[in-house]
């Protein structure tokens, strides 16, 4: 049984990026009060199974991240995903008496819990929007409990929340709700309401490593079909899903991201680069960027200055 109560660390903020990192493994949750009606809960669990009994109100809206560990929801002797690395978790109420499993026996994340009926001028400030909690309910959890999400913002911003150090921590954390629930009001592609199926996770998550590791290889759609076992609509359908963009759109959007970031950290010839990102000569590789960038890639890497 997990233990309902958390710590308060309203006083140790600096602690909360050692406690995501330094292999804790606590049972308690650690809470930091940021804004009346708004908490960030730190979670770093090692332990194999527990059942949730957790009571929020059924209108609070609550975020979960997951950075390290997946967690299983156990129904009927039926297990499925319910919380990944890099997903985050909308609900509006708790999962109350659930049975879960944390694969590998360990879990750390973190959550933010925004009480509508608590929230004030303090928040209201900071995203210019009275109904911003409404507008998530409505946008988001509209006759559901929960939806997951994964895109390139919510990694980006999680990421900071785990690795940004500044003077004022706590005012940094009360902008980065506010950031987040501004995008959540607008931003309407996310994943159904049932779980995902934890084979599906796994395949389309290393589907996702395999790709990023072999940007320098044309892969064809059928060769991922027949190397990790999934058929090739099925695969599409949930890369798409997983990953908002379709397996050929992430590709070139590494091999962009690759180039660009080696034309300004490093001194890499052009063809070595363009070769490095699947391309077998320079002249379609510029052709290529040029169209994107407006710019050769050698008038690109002139403008941060490396020769």
């Not at 199974?49 to 002797?77: E, M, Q, S, T």
């Not at 946008?139 to 003077?167: G, P, S």
């Not at 629930?181 to 084979?199: C, D, G, I, R, V």
Request: some cysteine; charged content about 25%.
């Amino acid at each position: 049984m997990l233990e309902t109560k958390w710590h308060e660390m309203s006083d140790n903020l600096d602690h909360y990026k050692r406690f995501l990192f330094d292999q804790s493994a606590t049972i308690n949750p650690q809470a930091i009060k940021l804004l009346p009606g708004v908490d960030f809960i730190l979670h770093d669990y090692d332990i194999a199974h527990y059942r949730a009994n957790i009571n929020f109100p059924n209108k609070i809206l609550r975020l979960d991240f997951a950075y390290a560990g997946n967690v299983h929801a156990v129904n009927n002797h039926r297990e499925a995903v319910f919380l990944e690395p890099g997903f985050l978790k909308i609900s509006q109420e708790a999962d109350e008496q659930r049975n879960y499993n944390i694969i590998d026996g360990h879990y750390r994340g973190v959550t933010f819990l925004v009480n509508p009926e608590k929230v004030d001028e303090e928040l209201f400030s900071l995203v210019g929007n009275p109904d911003i909690c409404q507008q998530i309910f409505q946008n988001q959890l509209t006759n559901r409990n929960f939806r997951l999400m994964k895109t390139e913002f919510i990694d980006r911003l999680f990421k900071d929340i785990a690795e940004v150090e500044t003077h004022n921590q706590r005012q940094f954390l009360r902008l980065k709700v506010a950031e987040l629930l501004l995008y959540l009001t607008t931003y309407q592609s996310t994943f159904p309401q049932q779980y995902f199926a934890t084979k599906d996770i796994k395949k389309i998550n290393a589907i996702h490593d395999f790709l990023l590791q072999n940007l320098d290889k044309r892969i064809a759609i059928v060769q991922l079909s027949n190397q990790f076992h999934i058929s090739q609509t099925r695969l599409q359908k949930l890369f798409k899903s997983t990953y908002q963009q379709t397996i050929h759109q992430f590709v070139s959007e590494k091999r962009f991201d690759k180039a660009c970031d080696q034309l300004k950290n490093s001194n890499a010839k052009i063809l070595s680069i363009a070769t490095g990102i699947g391309y077998g000569n320079v002249s379609k590789f510029s052709a290529i960027f040029k169209k994107k960038t407006q710019m050769t890639p050698k008038q690109y890497r002139q403008l941060y200055n490396i020769n």
